[in-house]
């Protein structure tokens, strides 16, 4: 039972660089979204999906990209990298209807943009 | 502007003691909080959970009391133990009535590290 599976766990950029983190999950969710984690910041949304050719920005979208052609895949795309998106990435998913609202995260990708 | 406000920033408590998070709020329209815990190198997952029509909620150790008045929720963690050693991260949201109910974005506290000592 994969879950909510994340690609690279880690990766190092040069400013300027563009790179897609991968995310995908095998549970039918009809809900993902992508969160970034800074140190005493908490876990910030970037961009949200509620199906496929569906997606909205959140509360930091600035410089990233996203897409989602498939129910199972959400990538996040970095267009040109700068320091400041240096960051802890975190993919999630649930189900649309839940009255429980529960996210399922996957295990993060770790950032460094140099 | 800050939604949810989370204290303290960080909690030491020996093994056996209670641990008390604290989380405000500012949003009324907020009506499903729910509590993750993280561990290093691990992504949150969802701890306990709580909407305001009760006002507090027990799984196991772990107790969730609140306020709807003041706009305050707190995770309680009784009888603390090593392995609860994480980051503990409160959170809120809103129901789309637009979405069958579904629930809207959380928004995240920033944070509590707990560590408990044996």
């Known amino acids: 039972n994969a879950g909510v599976t994340q690609t690279p766990k880690f990766q190092v950029l040069k400013t300027g660089q563009s790179m897609t983190l991968q995310c995908a999950q095998d549970m039918n969710h009809e809900y993902m979204s992508w969160y970034r984690q800074d140190p005493g910041m908490g876990l910030r949304l970037i961009h949200y999906?509620?199906?496929?050719?569906?997606?909205d920005q959140g509360e930091v979208p600035n410089g990233y990209n996203v897409s989602r052609s498939t129910t199972e895949d959400f990538p996040l795309r970095l267009l040109s990298a700068a320091p400041s998106q240096t960051s802890v990435y975190f993919c999630?998913?649930?189900?649309?209807?839940?009255?429980?609202?529960?996210?399922?995260f996957g295990e993060g990708s770790r950032l460094t943009v140099l | 502007q800050q939604q949810v406000k989370q204290s303290p920033q960080s909690l030491i408590v020996q093994k056996g003691g209670i641990s008390i998070i604290n989380c405000a709020y500012e949003n009324t329209a907020f009506d499903y909080f729910p509590w993750y815990q993280q561990f290093p190198g691990k992504g949150p997952a969802l701890l306990i959970a709580?909407?305001?029509?009760?006002s507090e909620k027990k799984e196991g150790r772990f107790t969730i009391s609140f306020n709807k008045s003041a706009k305050q929720f707190s995770l309680h963690i009784m009888d603390s133990q090593p392995g609860d050693s994480a980051t503990y991260f409160c959170?809120?949201?809103?129901?789309?009535?637009?979405?069958?109910?579904?629930?809207?974005?959380?928004?995240f506290g920033k944070g509590t590290k707990l560590s408990v000592k044996p």
């Open positions: 999906s509620v199906g496929a050719g569906i997606t």
């Open positions: 999630a998913s649930s189900y649309r209807r839940a009255n429980t609202g529960e996210l399922f």
């Open positions: 959170a809120a949201s809103t129901t789309l009535k637009n979405y069958g109910g579904s629930q809207g974005n959380l928004i």
């Open positions: 709580i909407r305001p029509d009760v």
